[in-house]
């Protein structure tokens, strides 16, 4: 064999070599991180790598909130059909169970998106109070979505401001978009019924997003 035959071989085989190790590292279309699994809801952060599609062939089987923790550019085929989403940190979605689909991150660099998964119906409990904070402090507390299973509310505080007392009835996802007190951006916790008043004692303007329950 001729050594210019030998030198393509080898060439060859390099390039088929690297192209393995290249695929065996790349990273996966969509990363999963477990916050919360509760009986009422399971909570994750679904990381997104650029211009990788992620393939669903038995689609999601759960209703969900979305809510972006990053801006970005995402599309989604579900059949015929090709939805392109543009999102900003802290925009909310709801997303009902679907059949198989394709979505991939158009942006230049990774996304997150923080997902509350329904694990049944609604509890049927009542969830109306006189003093729900949306009503008896509008100015800290607004219904940014509502359908028959979640309402999402949006919170804010400036910079050491006091609350009115407000009454919580449903249980709820609490997800901080900056760091106030002892939680940081982006921590996740699930917080119960209670009545109390909010005060916000930091030198910055406090951020949250709660999905109640129903």
Same mark, same amino acid.
């Given at each position: #064999?001729?050594? $210019?035959?030998?030198?393509?071989? !080898?060439?060859?085989?390099?390039?088929?070599?690297?192209?393995?190790?290249?695929?065996?590292?790349? %990273?996966? %279309?969509?990363?999963?991180?477990?916050?919360?699994?509760?009986?009422?809801?399971?909570?994750?952060?679904?990381?997104?790598? %650029?211009?990788?599609?992620?393939?669903?062939?038995?689609?999601?089987?759960?209703?969900?909130?979305?809510?972006?923790?990053? *801006?970005?550019? #995402?599309?989604? @085929?579900?059949?015929?059909?090709?939805?392109?989403?543009?999102?900003?940190?802290?925009?909310?979605?709801?997303? %009902?169970?679907?059949?198989?689909?394709?979505?991939?991150?158009?942006? &230049?660099?990774?996304?997150?998106?923080?997902? !509350?998964?329904?694990?049944?119906?609604?509890?049927?409990?009542?969830?109306?109070?006189?003093?729900?904070?949306?009503?008896?402090? $509008?100015?800290?507390?607004?219904?940014?979505?509502? *359908? &028959? @299973?979640?309402?999402?509310?949006?919170?804010h505080y400036e910079p050491h401001? @006091?609350?009115? #007392?407000?009454?919580?009835?449903? *249980?709820?996802?609490?997800?901080?978009?900056?760091?106030? =007190?002892? #939680? @940081?951006?982006?921590?996740?916790?699930?917080?119960?019924?209670?009545?109390?008043?909010?005060? *916000?004692?930091?030198?910055?303007?406090?951020?949250?997003? =709660?999905?109640?329950?129903?």
């Open positions: #064999m001729s050594l $210019s035959r030998i030198g393509y071989l !080898v060439l060859w085989s390099s390039t088929l070599v690297a192209s393995t190790v290249c695929a065996q590292n790349a %990273p996966a %279309p969509a990363a999963i991180t477990q916050k919360l699994d509760t009986p009422e809801a399971r909570v994750i952060v679904a990381t997104l790598q %650029p211009r990788t599609p992620s393939i669903a062939r038995t689609g999601h089987a759960t209703d969900r909130v979305l809510i972006y923790l990053d *801006n970005g550019v #995402m599309t989604r @085929k579900e059949g015929d059909r090709t939805e392109t989403i543009e999102f900003h940190r802290g925009d909310v979605r709801w997303r %009902p169970a679907s059949g198989p689909y394709v979505a991939e991150n158009t942006s &230049d660099k990774p996304i997150r998106i923080l997902e !509350v998964d329904l694990k049944g119906p609604p509890s049927g409990k009542p969830y109306t109070t006189a003093l729900d904070p949306a009503k008896v402090d $509008s100015r800290h507390y607004k219904v940014d979505f509502e *359908n &028959d @299973k979640v309402r999402v509310l949006r919170v401001e @006091k609350g009115q #007392m407000h009454e919580h009835i449903l *249980n709820r996802v609490v997800l901080y978009l900056n760091d106030q =007190a002892a #939680m @940081k951006a982006d921590d996740v916790r699930m917080a119960g019924a209670s009545t109390h008043t909010e005060e *916000n004692a930091g030198d910055q303007a406090a951020d949250r997003i =709660a999905v109640e329950l129903k």
